[in-house]
Structures are given as structure tokens and as C-alpha cells.
């Protein structure tokens, strides 16, 4: 298929919220991202620059996760830095959509999570009262390929000397890969794959969004003003991609919801009826062994001057 649902793809109206209300879906896809993520990380929760900061900190530490879902790192971070016997004052998770928070009862007290819009002006009391902003997975939120206005939120939620951890997979490099030559008999379909990435590639870029600037994060925080900027990539774990062709295609499958079907856009070269019988071949081929992936996990840090 060659067509495109040119600006049927609204990629941060998705991440917000799903249109069928199948809310514990996407949280269960987060919960396997979290998991995925860690595990090219060498399973740090924290980069060691940011870890050691938060273990010499000479007053309880404060971290802001934006746009936290359902605050599975933030929780992470909570057992990591008891495990270190780092004295927490709060570790705060905002999202725009509270839907996934956790329960507060199943919480330490120390952790606590707020709805907000991260990219409106932020809460006067929050400004600069932060040791670590972290953010991860955050590409949807950004527009015309420019970080700027997200970096410039987490900026001013640091305290001077603070630091920003920022994680992504690579949005830029959706990848469906057959066995390799030498590891099948025969050469592997994956058309219908390389049609949904077509389709998620040629949507983002109708709006602007061709996700390039993951390439030069690193640059773009130097130029926000933070120092000490370092940008680390992994490849993803080979024995992780039948996980991570799972995470894809639970939101392969969430998408669907975005598309209209025939009956209300009988004339759109996409309706949601030739997305799901494209999807229910994709989802064939990975049976067959091909797996969807982003190929590395980045990570670039980057520390507000003291
Ligand atoms: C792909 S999810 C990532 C969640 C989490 N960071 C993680 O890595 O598990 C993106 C999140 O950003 C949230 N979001 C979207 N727009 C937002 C905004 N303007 N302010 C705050 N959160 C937002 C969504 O509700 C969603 O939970």
C-alpha cells in the first residue's frame, strides 16, 4: 500500500489518551517499554553522573518525571535511591493525563503524581526547585522536529547544578528486519510492516515531524545552556526484539482507533478497515519471525549551570 492518512495521524492526541478507553493497555505497553528500556540500559535507572549527584546532594532530592504515565520509572527510582540510602524529599510525576497514575495507596509517600500540561507555563512554586528532570519516550510531545520549548521546561524546573536525564528509542529509525541471510531458507515477506512503517512515517512527516532532531539532541541542549552534556546509544539487545516487536504492535493496534473507519471517510485512501486487514498480516509476518524495532535506545544528559 503507498497510500498515507495524511493527517489522520495525530501521534500526541494518541499517546494521551486512547480513544476506546482501553486505558490498562497502554499502561501495560508502558510497563513493557519500562521493562525493554532497562534492559539495553544495563538496567541503571539513573546515568552514573546523575546517580552520584544524587548521592552527594546535601539536602533531600527532588526529581520531576514529565510526562510520566504510569510513573514506572519514578517508581523504580524511589527503590533505587533507597537502595542507595539517598534521602528523598519528593519524587514527582506530572502527566497531562492522570488516567495510568498508579494508586496512591500503592506508593511510597514520598512519591507523588500531579496532572499537568508540561509544555504551558508551569507552576511558579515548581520553578528551579528540582535536582533531576527526567524525561523519556517524550518525542510525541514534540513538534516541527524542535525540542527547544521541552528542554526549556525542564531547564527551568532545575535548581542551578541540577540535572536532565532524557531517554528515547529511535522514532527516526523504525526498522522491520527478516532473518538474516544465511538464517532462512527463504527470503522473508515484511511488506505489510514496511507499510505500516510507511504509513507512521509518511503521517508524522505531513505533520512536520520527522523526529531528526534525535540525531543531535546532545547539540540541542548545549545550545539550551546546559554544560556537561554527554549522549550515550544503545543497540537494542537482540534477545529483546520479539518483546520489543510485542510494545510495537500493541500500539500498531491502538492506532487503529485514530483512523476513521469506511463508513465515515469512505473517500480516505486509508480507512481503519485497510489498516486493520494491513495490521492482521504484519502481525502474520511476525510470526514468521520478523521483528519491528527502533534499532538503539539514546540517552543525553545534560546539567543546568551552577
Ligand atoms: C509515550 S508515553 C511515555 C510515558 C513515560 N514517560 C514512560 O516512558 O513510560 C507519553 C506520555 O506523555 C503524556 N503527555 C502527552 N502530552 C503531554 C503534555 N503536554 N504534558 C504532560 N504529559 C503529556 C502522555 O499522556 C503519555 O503518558
Known amino acids: 500500500m503507498s497510500s498515507s492518512p495524511q493527517g489522520k495521524f495525530e501521534a500526541s492526541q494518541f499517546w494521551a489518551s486512547s480513544a476506546r478507553s482501553r486505558n490498562f493497555k497502554s499502561s501495560a505497553r508502558l510497563h513493557l517499554q519500562h521493562h525493554l528500556f532497562q534492559r539495553t540500559l544495563g538496567n541503571r535507572i539513573l546515568q552514573p553522573t546523575a546517580e552520584q549527584a544524587a548521592v552527594q546532594c546535601r539536602a533531600p532530592l527532588r526529581v520531576a518525571d514529565l510526562g510520566c504515565g504510569n510513573g514506572v520509572w519514578l517508581l523504580d527510582l524511589e527503590q533505587s535511591l533507597t537502595d542507595l540510602g539517598v534521602e528523598v524529599s519528593l519524587l514527582e510525576g506530572f502527566d497531562v493525563n492522570p488516567v495510568n497514575f498508579p494508586p496512591k495507596w500503592s506508593c511510597p509517600p514520598n512519591v507523588a503524581f500531579t496532572a499537568l500540561d508540561v509544555l504551558k507555563p508551569l507552576p511558579q512554586e515548581l520553578l528551579g526547585t528540582y535536582d533531576i528532570v527526567h524525561m523519556r519516550a517524550f518525542v510525541s510531545l514534540i513538534t516541527k522536529n524542535d525540542p527547544r520549548p521541552a528542554i526549556y521546561q525542564a531547564l527551568s524546573l532545575l535548581k542551578p547544578g541540577g540535572w536532565l536525564q532524557w531517554e528515547e528509542t529511535r522514532v527516526d529509525r523504525w526498522t522491520a528486519t527478516a532473518a538474516q541471510s544465511g538464517e532462512a531458507e527463504d527470503a522473508q515477506s515484511k511488506a505489510s510492516c514496511d507499510a505500516i512503517i510507511g504509513i507512521l512515517d509518511n503521517g508524522g512527516r505531513a505533520q512536520g515531524n520527522t523526529f531528526d532532531f534525535l540525531a543531535t539532541l546532545g547539540v540541542h541542549l548545549e545550545r539550551a545552556g546546559l ?75 545534560g546539567r543546568k549551570p551552577a
Do not use: C, F
Not at 487503529?256 to 504484519?282: F, V
Open 227 to 301: 554544560v556537561q552534556v554527554a549522549s550515550l546509544e544503545l543497540e537494542k539487545r537482540r534477545a529483546d526484539m520479539k518483546a520489543w516487536t510485542e510494545d510495537y504492535l500493541l500500539s500498531w493496534e491502538e492506532i487503529a482507533n485514530l483512523i476513521p473507519p469506511k463508513a465515515q471517510a469512505p473517500d480516505s485512501p486509508l480507512t481503519r478497515e485497510m489498516y486493520e486487514d494491513l495490521l492482521d498480516k504484519a502481525i502474520a509476518e511476525t510470526e514468521q519471525g520478523v521483528a519491528i524495532h527502533q534499532q538503539s535506545v539514546l540517552v543525553v544528559m
